[in-house]
């Protein structure tokens, strides 16, 4: 089990690079990183195939920093970009598993490629379930890899970019008063002005006033849009006049990825998505391509 500040340095490592400047970076991560090129951190202990990847990644034009364990890892300065993991699954000291599950419990969202000469269905219930975007077995053939990494750097791309909107809202939210917040969650719940002014206490007229500044304030165009934002704001937006927990519940979140189909390759023998289903009754969500 890793301790708490174990735990604390994966989230300085990985989710604050700069926090991280004082630390040494291994000496076989390659050349200076450019600030806009995806990076793909590949973790295993064989050097001859961190090696190999690298140069297929670099064919493609993409980054790639090696490292032969999660320690090494843990020790650079990863980039501020739009980057993945390849990680292998038996890894000295900390296995490929129990670091997908520590960044889980560090709130780090970092997508996750597998890669193994070790597997069985368990193994690939688990990592899929835990929310990884693949997971194939050694020998893997070098277009599956790629194909993974770019769906793997495209979730963490929309990811960033939602991080980013959701961020903006957050900054333009925090210049509402009191009033133009709880007039906002009334009227985002489809309340009308009147109904909003019952809620309240206020006259009508002054209701549209606050609704307008806010609008204003959150840059909406028009009511469809401040109800886009309420999504975004997700519960920094409720309070005791926000809308029932009926309507709560109907809320799609504005980032909500939609589910498809996906499968594994184990031993050469396909594992479908319904087959992890029935095995763990959960669905890997497949990411969006990202612009």
Known sequence: MVSNGARNTIGAALAHPAESAGKSAPNDTGPARSSQVPVVFIIDDDVSLREALRGLFQDVRLQAELF????????????????????????????????????????????IVFITAYADIPMAVRAMKAGAV????????????????????????????NEKVASEMR???????????????????????????????LAEVTVKMHRGQAMRKMGAKSIADLVKMAEILGDLINS??????????????????????????????KVTQASIDAHSNVQAVQPAPCS
Do not use: W, Y
């Open 68 to 111: 032969g364990s999660v320690t090494e890892l843990l020790a650079s300065r990863p980039p501020d970009v739009a980057s993945c993991l390849v990680l292998d699954i038996r890894l000295p000291g900390m296995s490929g598993l129990d670091f997908q599950a520590q960044l889980a419990r560090a709130n780090i969202h970092i997508p």
């Open 134 to 161: 693949n997971f194939l077995t050694k020998p893997f053939r070098e277009q599956d890899l790629l194909d993974a990494v770019a769906a793997a750097i495209a979730l963490d791309c929309m990811r960033r970019k």
């Open 171 to 201: 900054a333009r939210f925090a210049t509402l008063s009191t009033r133009e917040r709880e007039v906002m969650a009334l009227v985002t719940c489809g309340l009308m002005n009147k109904q909003a002014a019952a809620k309240t206490g």
């Open 240 to 269: 005791d006049f926000s809308c029932s927990r009926k309507i709560q519940s109907e809320r799609r979140p504005a980032n909500a990825a939609s589910r498809t189909s996906s499968s594994v390759e184990i031993r050469g023998s």
